[in-house]
């Protein structure tokens, strides 16, 4: 079934569009304290479409990302009994106690590994304003962590180019049925005991 061929074609065009550069942006900022989306997903198709722009593209969704952070921070600190029920209707309370436990173990380190991993920021960066983390380490430590996976994602795509843009293109449905597989196993295993 070639379902997410259709999706990848759409997503090639959006990221040629002449205001992508402020979804990504959009993207960057909100996923760093309530969306869901990663800004991956956007930063990927948009460095494949206009390798040039690679760098441009990694600063804009590191700084944005950051900025994002900043607001989620806020949140940990003024509204988190406001939010509270959000992260447990979502899934996310035992990352934020997690999250927690990093803190009070590593502090900086800790945001500095959200900002790279896939593990969810949105939850660091909420949990370090409730924590009290000191703002200079959390900023310093979400800029190195989001600029190196930003820079990452956008130098391999930059690297790959036209030809990794071919290849995806003819492997996508497998790589996209292969990663609802894997995210099905994962449930199953993790939230099913």
Sequence with gaps: MRLFSGIYAHVMQWARHRHA?????????????????????????????????????????????????????LIGVYAFQIIEPWLQSFGYIDAYQLAQQWFNQWGFWAILL???????????????????????????????????????????????????EAQLHSWIDRIGWATIILLVIVYLIFFQT
């Design 114 to 164: 959200a900002g790279f991993t896939p593990i969810p920021y949105k939850v660091f960066t909420i949990a370090s304003g409730v924590a009290g983390m000191a703002l200079l380490p959390f900023i310093i430590g979400s800029a190195i962590g989001r600029g190196m996976r930003f820079f990452l994602v956008a130098g391999l795509m930059r690297w790959g180019g036209e030809q990794l």
């Design 21 to 73: 550069s402020y979804w990504l942006a959009m993207v960057s900022f909100t996923e760093s304290s309530c969306f869901l989306v990663p800004p991956d997903v956007m930063l990927a198709p948009m460095t494949l479409a206009k390798p040039d722009k690679a760098w441009f593209y990694a600063g804009l969704t590191t700084l944005t990302s950051v900025l994002g952070g900043l607001f989620g921070y």
